[in-house]
């Protein structure tokens, strides 16, 4: 469905999948059941690759470079898989809304734990800069993969990181005297 949710019909989605199209219809009783067990798929991708960045380590600036190159890795995997997710033709379907919305709010929440844990700041302060910190992330990605950008993926990420970090820290951890 690269070329667009519309522009792909049931014939083509078959045999790029390798299958039959009754076999597609047993499956997906039409071309919106299919395209959002697929949404459905890359959303749980890109929430796993947030959680295991946030996961892999606990040193804060480390964790926010590790984010931050998971949405770089996730909007340059093969496949375009996170244009399915972010820049679909689909957008204003109801269900299609509900599931990128609740994708960028998991991711959020994940990264708002964190904060919470590390700052003490309240769940809705934690989750106001989660969602900053998601945004940039996502919103920054895109950009410089559709930007066809001149700019290493490390570097790109190096320089978010870099934006990031010098905002989050500045909150000081929490039960600590300053420092990261």
Same mark, same amino acid.
């Given at each position: 469905?690269?070329? #667009? ?18 076999? $597609?219809?047993?499956?997906f009783?039409?071309?919106?059941? !299919?395209?959002?067990? @697929? !949404?459905?798929?890359?959303?749980? &991708? @890109? $929430?796993?690759?947030?959680? /295991?960045?946030?996961?892999? /380590? /606990?040193?804060?600036?480390?964790r ?23 820049? &679909? ?15 960028s709010?998991?991711? *959020?929440? *994940?990264? &708002? ?6 700052t003490g700041?309240?769940?809705?302060e934690?989750?106001? !800069?989660?969602?900053?910190l #998601? ?7 895109r ?16 320089? !978010? /990181? &870099? ?11 929490? #039960? ?5």
């Amino acid at each position: 469905m690269a070329q #667009g949710y519309h522009a792909a019909a049931m014939d083509d989605i078959a045999e790029r999948a390798g299958v039959s199209k009754p076999v $597609l219809y047993q499956h997906f009783p039409g071309k919106l059941e !299919l395209y959002l067990a @697929l !949404l459905d798929q890359h959303c749980e &991708s @890109l $929430l796993h690759a947030v959680r /295991t960045a946030l996961a892999s /380590t /606990t040193e804060n600036k480390q964790r926010v470079a590790a984010t931050m190159e998971a949405y770089f890795a996730y909007v340059e995997e093969e496949g375009g898989a996170f244009r399915l997710v972010f820049e &679909s033709d689909l957008t204003n379907e109801p269900a299609v809304r509900e599931r990128v919305d609740r994708v960028s709010l998991q991711c *959020a929440e *994940a990264i &708002s734990e964190v904060i919470a844990e590390d700052t003490g700041l309240s769940k809705d302060e934690s989750m106001l !800069l989660a969602v900053g910190l #998601g945004g940039i992330s996502q919103v920054v990605a895109r950009y410089w993969l559709s930007s066809e950008s001149e700019v290493p993926r490390e570097s790109a990420v190096q320089l !978010l /990181t &870099s934006l990031a970090w010098r905002g989050i820290a500045g909150f000081p951890l929490h #039960g600590s005297e300053g420092g990261h």
